[in-house]
């Protein structure tokens, strides 16, 4: 507990009057701090801080890591920032040492600094510093990356740009084609267009790939470990809440990705009907947030990877990577996603990256500035791309072939495209045919009962349905006609006497969750349930085959 006489000496403190000091003392928390341990991380709520013993480093996430560090001592305040401006918590705190912290909640912080004005120019002085010392280290520190250069066709420069993207990574592209001056004239010579400079030192060119581009930003591409108790294939948000559940609860848990974290929903501009964001979230911005999470709580992640099959073993699975790489494990999460739908039209696989794109990623938002842009589909997704697009495009023309979009997108979203002059919604129309030479220059379309019209386009993004990707999965995985897993009590053949758990699938001890489950909801929230419901039943699972093991002993 606090007493009054040990806040007196510290400035902050030191010109209360003796009653709210008393208040201070009960009703502030007393923080004892081991070396190592965090106080506070980015991004959560605030609170307000004062160091009475120790050391404390702040660390403020930069250049895609924590690299901006600052120390403070005895009698140094913070936490005061992001309290006045009514925002997460700005920066992470760490002890360096031993450190002993007195902890204010936001209404008492406020309720000092109105009381006491040399408190409160004491404040506004300590943090203008700060903002100061913040600004002048990212001049000094540019926070860029990676420069991408290559033209907006070059389609390998276009995956490493969302991979960069979906990653949080600061990256700027430079277009070959049309910025020739922004071009780094100090690469090695014989190395052209496209290619890719990391930290402005380390220089990527064919052939290109994601995985290379992740090896020199330092991105882990290959396990640490060759056992764990769950390996989850797969970072969208049934993935993430796997890994996030299960590393919380104590186990050790791979998640692999083939690309970047957050699937298809990571590619959403904006998610306005998840739980607890009333003003919504940008689909990257979820996934990154899951990330860190899924990180501070253990959880190993490696980027760039495809699962290419998964062998039986007496006790668990073997998990073969690409590139030979293999891991064991006692259980599998399979929360692949889905894919979008290809579209049948005539040139459209001659044309795909060259105009004409599966998602719609917001890193295509350069590319669509002062354009024509078409938008195939009617689902949420495909709403949320028109909007985000709409901003940057000249018209944006969402084809529908039924009869409108109350039948398959919100109605919030509905609402939001009506209340934009450059968004049309097209019913009862499908594209026939793209044109192009080098890219896409236009689309033909065809309308219930009317002729071909063949019409403009820069862009044309495919929004069109799932389609599930588990042909390399094993036949004794059991799939319906269109490739979805089965689980639970739709499963058809089952080996073990005890009944499948919900999420498991005709394999004991291999899980799915997410879209590419058989019967699955198409949603975000609902991927994030069934992904946390997946480590709950591997528990029980693992605690049956325990049992088991020690009953054969």
């Known amino acids: 507990m606090i007493h009054p006489d040990e806040l007196k000496p510290i400035p902050f403190f030191a010109c209360l009057s003796e009653e709210l000091r008393h208040r201070v003392a009960q009703n502030a928390a007393d923080l004892h701090i081991a070396k190592g341990d965090w106080l506070i991380r980015e991004g959560e709520v605030p609170w307000f801080f004062v160091l009475l013993e120790g050391c404390v480093e702040i660390e403020k996430q930069h250049r895609g890591k924590n690299d901006a560090s600052w120390e403070y001592h005895s009698g140094d305040f913070f936490g005061e920032t992001s309290i006045l401006l009514d925002a997460p918590t700005i920066a992470s705190l760490r002890a360096n040492e031993t450190s002993r912290v007195v902890r204010l909640d936001r209404m008492l912080f406020k309720e000092i600094i109105d009381s006491s004005p040399e408190c409160s120019n004491l404040v506004v002085q300590v943090m203008m510093k700060r903002v100061t010392a913040i600004r002048d280290y990212t001049r000094d520190h540019s926070p860029l990356r990676a420069l991408v250069v290559a033209s907006q066709y070059d389609t390998e420069c276009r995956d490493i740009r969302v991979f960069l993207s979906l990653n949080r990574i600061p990256y700027e592209w430079c277009d070959s084609s049309r910025e020739t001056d922004r071009i780094p004239t100090d690469v090695p010579p014989g190395v052209s267009a496209p290619f890719v400079l990391v930290d402005r030192s380390i220089v990527i060119d064919a052939p290109l790939t994601v995985r290379k581009v992740a090896n020199a930003l330092g991105i882990n591409t290959t396990p640490s470990e060759s056992d764990y108790d769950v390996v989850v294939v797969g970072g969208g948000p049934a993935g993430l809440a796997a890994a996030v559940y299960g590393a919380s609860e104590g186990l050790r848990v791979l998640l692999v990705e083939r690309s970047a974290a957050g699937g298809q929903a990571g590619t959403s501009s904006r998610i306005e009907n998840y739980l607890g964001f009333p003003n919504g979230i940008s689909g990257d911005d979820l996934s990154s947030r899951a990330l860190r999470q899924a990180s501070r709580f253990g959880a190993e992640m490696v980027m760039t990877r495809d699962v290419q099959r998964i062998d039986c073993l007496s006790n668990g699975y073997c998990v073969n990577l690409d590139e030979e790489c293999r891991v064991t494990t006692k259980s599998v999460v399979l929360a692949t996603g889905v894919d979008w739908r290809m579209l049948e039209a005539d040139g459209i696989d001659r044309l795909q990256g060259r105009g004409v794109l599966y998602g719609a990623a917001r890193t295509e938002a350069a590319t669509v500035v002062g354009k024509k842009v078409f938008i195939v589909g009617g689902g949420n997704s495909a709403g949320q791309a028109a909007i985000f697009f709409s901003s940057y495009a000249e018209s944006v023309t969402i084809l529908v072939r039924g009869a409108g979009l109350a039948l398959t997108m919100s109605q919030y979203l509905i609402a939001q495209l009506a209340q934009h002059r450059n968004i049309s919604i097209e019913p009862h129309t499908r ?91 198409k949603r975000v929230s609902s991927g994030v349930g069934e992904g946390s419901m997946a480590i709950a039943f591997i528990h029980q699972f693992l605690a049956l085959k325990e049992h088991a093991n020690h009953t054969i002993a």
């Not at 995985?477 to 089965?486: A, E, K, L, M, S």
């Not at 739709?490 to 919900?502: A, G, M, N, V």
């Open 431 to 521: 594209v026939n045919a793209v044109h192009g030479t080098e890219c896409l220059e236009a689309i033909s379309t065809v309308a219930e009962e009317s002729d071909e019209v063949r019409r403009p386009a820069d862009a044309l993004f495919v929004m069109i349905g799932a389609r599930a990707r588990t042909d390399w999965l094993s036949e004794a995985i059991q799939r319906d006609v269109n490739g979805f897993i089965c689980t639970g009590r739709d499963i058809e053949h089952w080996s073990q006497t005890r009944e499948p758990f919900l999420l498991e699938t005709s394999l004991p001890g291999i899980f799915c969750a997410g879209d590419v489950r058989h019967g699955s909801i």
